[in-house]
């Protein structure tokens, strides 16, 4: 009966192990199904790799670009956001860049040319200088005269003695007074070149502060002569070599010219009318 039951076995026979071996393999597949499944639902960005596709969903071409178009879209959200950050933080009231930097040029020499009152101050001190000039050539004339009778008199002699003094003497307080003349004469040019700038200065911030400009560099915009070495020693030290539309020379000096009282006239007798 052994046997009997040994060679009537099914599984000796072959024919369970068949059917066995694909249930075990359907088994096995479904098996294999869920555990792909499940660690593909773990790693959501390894299922839409494309490498590794899901065996239940697989990533078509259309996903992928729409991803790709979503990150680009979002970067340029991110950057745009950013953009607009910094933009409120420069444009913020008491910031750096809160009216922008401009910068102007001005020749001060060309404006104290054209500055009536400083005009005035130096004509005022020419005509002085002049009148003291005037004057030291009267003194000299004396000076002359008396070396002249000095020369007639005897030398060693009281009046000789007495004549030579007081030459020296006169000669000898010219000259003090002729170096204090020239000092404030000095003086009176540098305080009234002082006033003028100080006034330049302020029509200056005025403009500056109507235009929105933050600096303001003194050069020299005058021609250069060749033939002059002063001329051509100040255009080699210049600071500004170039420039294009930054000179407000001229608007300075519209501006200062605009403060200066109308000249009164001459004749200032009431005129009466006929009878």
């Known amino acids: 009966m052994s046997t009997a039951s040994f060679k009537d076995d099914p599984v000796r026979d072959g024919v369970l192990p068949v059917a066995a071996t694909r249930t075990q393999q359907g088994v096995l597949n479904v098996n294999s199904s869920i555990t792909i499944a499940t660690s593909h639902a773990a790693d959501p960005v390894d299922s839409m790799g494309p490498t590794r596709p899901s065996p239940l969903r697989p990533v078509s071409s259309a996903a992928r670009s729409f991803v790709a178009r979503t990150s680009r879209s979002l970067r340029r959200a991110l950057l745009m956001a950013a953009g607009a950050i910094l933009l409120s933080v420069c444009c913020a009231p008491g910031t750096v860049l809160a009216q922008g930097t401009r910068i102007a040029l001005i020749d001060i020499g060309k404006v104290f040319r054209n500055h009536p009152r400083l005009q005035q101050a130096r004509e005022d ?18 000076f002359e ?25 006169s000669q000898a307080q010219v000259q003090v007074q002729m170096q204090l003349k020239s000092k404030e004469l000095q003086e009176k040019t540098a305080r009234a070149e002082y006033s003028a700038y100080q006034e330049v200065v302020q029509h200056v911030d005025r403009f500056c502060q109507q235009h929105g400009i933050h600096m303001v560099i003194s050069y020299h915009s005058g021609p250069i002569d060749p033939d002059n070495p002063r001329s051509v020693t100040l255009a080699l030290n210049r600071r500004v070599v170039y420039q294009k539309g930054l000179d407000i020379t001229d608007a300075i000096i519209a501006q200062i010219r605009q403060t200066v009282p109308p000249t009164r006239p001459t004749n200032t007798r009431p005129i009466i009318p006929p009878r």
């Open 145 to 169: 005269q008396m070396a002249s009778e000095l020369r007639s008199l005897k030398p060693g002699t009281s009046d000789f003695h007495t004549l030579e003094q007081r030459l020296a003497q």
């Open 125 to 142: 001190v020419r005509r002085e200088s002049q009148e003291y000039e005037a004057y030291l050539r009267r003194e000299r004339k004396r």
